[in-house]
């Protein structure tokens, strides 16, 4: 079975009179597993996608299915455990809360969890060693630096073992050599098993890493650009 399974998606805005149409109508099959890349010019609707996939938002028709179950008839509880265990989320813009240090905000997902602090702080410490950041635990984001702060991200994002990955421009913000930190932490998580969806702006890193690439334009998917396995 498919891990994500999306047919007919839409997603209407209605904003003071005029309606924009950021999906219109899109077909989707993920295989558990995969590392899709999404490609496609500034509101093209690649975020509106990701936001549906991860629960963030919900579609104004059509269907969204993950692991078999029907994201729509989650009840408002199942759907925050559903964006909180079964999903990853990486921004382009990091989203931490910039009063809490590097290891809180990795444990933040735990919260709901029943863990005391220190079982917290230790499972935080754990994630922050796979990216490198053992020694940044307690500073707070405004210490440190664009490239340590989206490595904070990748753990929090990791720090429940999602199933699925979605990262939405998460290099954007970063020069080529962090870029490529970011990618090996993204690529080894791929690796052990996590399904990725990464948006990006750039042909030739979805070219070079993605199994599979898909250009969006005006709300659809283009034809298949390219397919490997
Ligand atoms: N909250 C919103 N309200 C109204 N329109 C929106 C909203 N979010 C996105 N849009 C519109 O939907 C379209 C797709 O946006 P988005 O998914 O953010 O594109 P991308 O991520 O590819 O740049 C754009 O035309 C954008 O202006
Ligand atoms: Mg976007």
């Not at 490609?39 to 059509?62: C, E, F, I």
């Not at 702080?121 to 989206?150: F, Y």
Request: hydrophobic residues 40%.
């Amino acid at each position: 079975m498919a891990l994500v399974d999306a047919t007919g998606l839409t997603r209407t805005y209605h904003l003071g009179g005029e309606v924009v149409a950021a999906l219109r109508g899109i077909d989707l099959t993920i295989e558990q597993g995969e590392f899709v890349a999404l490609l496609g010019r500034s509101g093209s609707g690649k975020s509106t996608l990701l936001n549906l996939l991860g629960g963030l938002d919900q579609p104004t028709g059509g269907s969204i299915r993950v692991g078999g179950v029907e994201l729509a008839k989650m009840s408002k509880r199942e759907l925050s455990l559903y964006r909180r265990t079964t999903v990853g989320f990486i921004f382009q813009s990091f989203n931490l809360v910039t009063s809490q240090r590097a290891w809180e905000n990795v444990a933040l997902p735990l919260v709901f969890q029943g863990l005391s602090r220190v079982e917290r702080r230790k499972r935080a410490q754990e994630l922050l060693e796979r990216v490198g950041l053992e020694n940044r635990a307690n500073h707070v984001p405004s210490e440190l630096s664009g490239g340590e702060q989206q490595r904070v991200a990748i753990a929090r994002s990791l720090v429940n073992d999602p199933k699925l990955l979605l990262c939405d421009e998460p290099t954007g913000n970063l020069d080529t050599s962090t870029s490529a930190q970011i990618m090996d932490l993204l690529l080894e998580s791929h690796r052990a098993g996590t399904t990725l969806v990464m948006v990006t702006h750039d042909p030739a890193l979805a070219e070079k890493h993605a199994q599979r690439t898909l250009r969006m334009a005006d709300g659809q998917f283009l034809v298949e650009a390219s397919a490997r396995s």
